[in-house]
């Protein structure tokens, strides 16, 4: 165990992915209230008479883009969302005055059911039905590429639980095909760029072998003594055999943990379906240690994947996609808006431990 590990600290660690973002690490847990709904019990019905996204209630969401499987009872449904924030052409072109630019709102805005249990948690699924959703996260990406080549970057993300922005109790994830590439991501992929182009090697590679190097020891310059004992590979969490799940060494929220393949893989489109076993186990067991530790987990995940904005083969060397799991457990106060930093109450180090150490079966 680090000799600094448990006592307070107080840093503020930069992204190295996106230096521009820093997080304030201050185990002074009065920094940032909790949120209330933590302690709201899940909903974790298998049928709601009157809930849309339930079995026999199909005519109350539009048409199914695909279920999943294609015929006979479905397990997973692929719908248009009915409030999108991202809609049709519009006939009018965008009226654009002084400072106030804007760029049409256009796209696909779509909702995945994620599985025909109401209730169901993400570590209740089945690794098979955790890879099947996986893989329609794939398909259904690239068919919106595919579709039209105005849309530069397809999210997929999850909001799961009221305190994460889920306004259906039913498990649900969202697609969003957009004709910019989000600026968070825009960061990513050009700071990832930066690292490879003075390194000659992937940022997120870098990272994993960081995390996977156990421990380093720095000796003292003049004695040779031991100065001091390193135990990098405590930011790992749960690994498969393609996959590592790793707690953010700058991590913004206090358990959030990103997924990414163990060998480098730019665009999350070209997993295989060994791969995406092998993934589905890795997320599973994740949310499982999330559960045992932080309990009725709500949160937001989402996928980051090289955008299809003419960038593609350029940026494949130097970027790697990755999931990231972001439990809400408190809410961002004046300082973290007004100032763009984020306040995380526990040291990633210390959660990370909790996570791997959770007992799961
Ligand atoms: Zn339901
Ligand atoms: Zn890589
Ligand atoms: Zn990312």
Known sequence: MADS???EVREIRINPIIPSESVLVATA???RPKKAEDLAPRDTRKHVDT??????????TPPAIATYPPTGEWRIRIVENLYPVL????????????????????GRHEV????????????????????????AYRERMQQLYDSDPRLKYVLVFKNFGPAAGASIPHTHSQIIAMPVVPENLQAEVENSRAFYNKHHQCIFCSLINEALT??????DRE????????????FVIERGRKFIAIKPFASRFEWEVHILPLTHQSDFGAISDDDLDDLAGVVRRTMARLEAVIGGAQYNYFLHSVPHDGTHEENAPSFHWHLEICPRTSIPTGFELGSGIYVNTVKPEEAAE???NAVID
């Open 29 to 31: 847990r009065s920094m």
């Open 354 to 356: 909790k996570l791997r």
């Open 223 to 234: 004695s040779g003594k031991i100065h001091r004992k390193i135990h990098v590979g405590q």
């Open 112 to 135: 995945m059911i994620d599985h025909n249990e109401h209730g169901i948690a993400v570590q209740d699924m089945s690794q098979a039905h955790l890879h099947n959703l996986f893989g």
């Open 5 to 7: 590990q448990n006592q």
């Open 51 to 60: 809930c849309p996204f339930c079995t026999g209630n199909e005519d109350k």
């Open 214 to 219: 156990f421990e380093a020891t720095i000796y």
């Open 87 to 106: 809609g049709d052409d519009r006939s009018e072109a965008n009226l654009s005055f002084g400072l106030q630019q804007t760029i049409d709102g256009y």
